[in-house]
T-cell receptor, first 118, second 108 residues
Framework: GAVVSQHPSWVICKSGTSVKIECRSL??????MFWYRQFPKQSLMLMAT?????????EQGVEKDKFLINHASLTLSTLTVTSAHPEDSSFYIC??????????????FGAGTRLSVL | GQSLEQPSEVTAVEGAIVQINCTYQ??????LSWYQQHDGGAPTFLSY????GLEETGRFSSFLSRSDSYGYLLLQELQMKDSASYFC?????????FGAGTILRVKS
């Protein structure tokens, strides 16, 4: 149980285009999902908290107009990187908390999306 | 503010025991988690401590001392497949704040 699916796993795009990344909780409902960014050999940095049915909460320094988050259902959150530039190239990872599960305060992660902007 | 410190790299041989320490400074502490991440892969949950003491899950154990703001992950009977990055993370509310990670290299 507690499987999180993330798609696509790898995307290459041209500078100026937008890229959408999907994060799905497959066997549980997730009222809250999280989006992280990770640079090579570095830690995971929380970008935003995605709340079902309401606006996302962004961490300090993260541009909300650049990284659009939509959490339209209890099993799906999307992150859209708008007008992508080479500096947006990174590994983006989503996670979800299974509050209905026995173990609380555990986040389950998707496999990540490697974005390369040319 | 909040910060977590863990060693950047640890090397050990197959079959050995290794301990990865984590110290933290944070407000609103709920618990300490440990995640494993292989190169290019997703972080995988290993262990969570909300209370002081030792939690054991197979070859992995985790310890927490809230009074010392300190915890560790203990890996026993090391295997080559344990070579990965290990992150401690503090739970604050519903958010995770990750340490910089420890690269564990297991040698034969």
């Amino acid at each position: 149980g507690a499987v999180v699916s993330q798609h696509p796993s790898w995307v290459i795009c041209k500078s100026g285009t937008s890229v959408k990344i999907e994060c799905r909780s497959l066997d549980f409902q997730a009222t809250t999902m999280f989006w992280y960014r990770q640079f090579p050999k570095q830690s995971l940095m929380l970008m935003a908290t995605s709340n079902e049915g309401s606006k996302a909460t962004y961490e300090q320094g993260v541009e909300k107009d650049k990284f659009l988050i939509n959490h339209a259902s209890l099993t799906l959150s999307t992150l859209t990187v708008t007008s992508a530039h080479p500096e947006d190239s990174s590994f983006y990872i989503c996670s979800a908390e299974n509050r209905g599960g026995i173990a609380k305060n555990i986040q389950y992660f998707g496999a990540g999306t490697r974005l390369s902007v040319l | 503010g909040q910060s977590l410190e863990q060693p950047s790299e640890v090397t050990a041989v197959e079959g050995a025991i290794v301990q990865i320490n984590c110290t933290y400074q944070t407000s609103g502490f709920y618990g300490l988690s440990w995640y494993q991440q292989h190169d290019g892969g997703a972080p995988t949950f290993l262990s969570y401590n909300a209370l002081d003491g030792l939690e054991e899950t197979g070859r992995f154990s985790s310890f927490l001392s809230r009074s010392d703001s300190y915890g560790y992950l203990l890996l026993q009977e090391l295997q080559m497949k344990d070579s990965a990055s290990y992150f401690c993370a503090v739970t604050r509310g519903n958010k995770l704040v990750f340490g910089a990670g420890t690269i564990l290299r297991v040698k034969s």
